[in-house]
């Protein structure tokens, strides 16, 4: 043991605790917890305050104060700010996230209490709104034949545009297209259901049906997927398409072969996403084929169902059993989003790069 | 099957920029040359001019000819797809296509364009531009996994077995080793001379030393200051260029004085 060896050790002690600084324990958020809700006792106790949304209100802000306050005090102003942040994200992503979960339940708790294989199987015909039975069948046909159609129609458009703006446009005209999917995005859906009732219905003087509700989400859809597409077809990265230039591939198989592949599983995401927006679209229905008791499979003629007018007319009806036929609807729209979603993804796995 | 090309008088745009001036350059067929330079003076722009890629960036043209076996591959009824099918290129970063095997990576060239697939068997085109690249022996097991789960060096040579397996008779290549290690270098480095027994190379690099190692011909570039296009200072037998430049500046870039 030499003289300098007992100085490095000195050194290094005095280092560690330079470094070392004080820090809440570990169980801080606890315990500021427990001082906040004795605290919000003692103020419901003796303040007019009452409530059960008024006391968590209370606590809530009890807490960030007691909380920011001693970490203030202990740990310094950076950590404050930290625990801060840290609380009001999470506070608000459940906040997000007990609202998605209340309706799921709420919806599938209620819809469960009418629904039965009679009730995808039946129509409403000759059922009266006070009597339970009867089913969407007829609504149910009538959203996969308007949907359908519509994203038949949509999708390619939408993905054209897309590669479009992304590969090809240069100049006024893509400004011009970027600026016109900018507006169609702002589009409420009864105004693009009326401009399909005014243009199709009132001005060629076709008749309302299914078929026209489809061309009234096409307008909803080619937005939304124009969108996506050209984000996912944004971020293929240049060095790609480069290098099957330089094999001697034409730009066109380029991007058919090499860039739409690549962003596959994001165009198909998105071509869900707009599908699942529109299917609970009800205005622009109502507007263009507004809604039917019974079956009609005839996308082409006469009024269709859809499960959203089906909902909003059981609603409307307001009788207990209809009501419960309306929670029903809801709950089958939800499942046919749901399962929809997970075929596309499921598509979009089978088809993705064979990752590691 | 390796052409020459002759570069005269070429000028390169981006849009307004001049960003190369006046280039005057013969590639030997079955030779390596190598394009060396400071960082911006445009060996990168020349290079992807040479089989018409420059030309992908908007705005981005070019005045002058390139000479492919005396052909000017910029004559107005040349198409430019045709141009890259003959000359062939492997780039600085390693851009192997994700969504496809290693196997099909290598015959993505072939498959995309079926006529160069007439007559010719896969399997054998996948295994001559493997073992060509340096590649089949690391790889033979697992040829149909993705060619992104491969290491930085071999996706490269991966890139280089793509880039040979449409057969072109020149091949360009943008700093290949310049993110690999010694190792993989040398490794593209001894390829670099096996290829030259077949092909017409061009080489851009920042190492001196890889420049004196494997190239025949050293064509040096430099800007005259900023903002102004890149110049070919000299050109000529890489041991002249090395040991007795005309130019001062190539003297004082090649003993590292600047640059
Ligand atoms: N896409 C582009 N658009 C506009 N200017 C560009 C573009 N690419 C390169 N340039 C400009 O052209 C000049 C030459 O660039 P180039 O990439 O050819 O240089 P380089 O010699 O390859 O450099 P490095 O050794 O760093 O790769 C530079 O001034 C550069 O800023
Ligand atoms: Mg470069």
Known sequence: MSVTDRDDAEVLEGLSSQLAMKTLPRFAAGYSALIAAALTAVIVALTPAQGIAGSLVILFLLYMVVQTGWS??????????????????????????AALVWIITSVVIRGLSSFSVDFLTSTMRNVSPLREGGGLLHALVGTLEQVGMAALIAVPISILVAIYLVEYGRGKLSTWVTFFVDVMTGVPSIVAGLFIYTFWVLTFGFERSGFAASLALTILMIPVIVRSTEEMLKIVPNDLREASYALGVPKWKTILRIVIPTAFGGIVTGIMLSIARVAGETAPLLLTTFLSQSMNGN??????????????????????ASIDRAWAGALVLILVVVIFYGLARLVAKLTAPASE | ?????????????????????????????????????????????????????????????????????????????????????????????????????????????????????KGKSLDDVVEKSLRGANLWEEVKDRLAKPGAGLS????????????????????????????????STLAIEDLVHELKRNYTIVIVTHNMQQAARVSDTTAFFNLAGIGQPGKLVESGPTETIFTSPKERATEDYISGRFG
């Not at chain 2, 390693?94 to 079926?114: C, E, H, Q, W």
């Open chain 2, 1 to 117: 099957m390796a052409k020459r090309i002759d570069i005269e008088d070429l000028d390169i745009y981006y849009g307004d920029f001049k960003a190369v001036e006046g280039v005057n350059l013969a590639i030997e067929p079955k030779s390596v040359t190598a394009f060396i330079g400071p960082s911006g003076c445009g060996k990168s722009t020349v290079l992807r001019s040479i089989n018409r890629l420059h030309e992908v960036i908007p705005g981005a043209y070019t005045e002058g000819k390139v000479l492919l076996e005396g052909d000017d591959i910029y004559a107005p009824d040349v198409d430019p797809v045709n141009i890259r099918g003959l000359i062939g290129m492997v780039f600085q970063r390693p851009n192997p296509f994700p969504t496809m095997s290693i196997y099909d990576n290598v015959v993505a060239g072939l498959k995309l364009d079926r006529s160069k697939a």
């Open chain 2, 152 to 183: 930085g060096g071999q996706q490269q040579r991966l890139c280089i077995a793509r880039a040979i397996a449409v057969e072109p008779q020149v091949l360009l290549m943008d700093e290949p080793a310049s993110a690999l290690d010694p190792i």
């Open chain 1, 299 to 320: 996308l082409m003629a006469g009024p269709q169902a859809s499960i959203p007018t089906f909902v909003w007319d059981q609603i409307s009806s307001g009788t207990p």
């Open chain 1, 72 to 97: 203030f005090a202990v740990e310094g102003r950076r950590f404050a700010v930290d625990r801060l942040a840290t609380t009001l994200v999470t506070t608000m992503f459940m906040i997000a996230l």
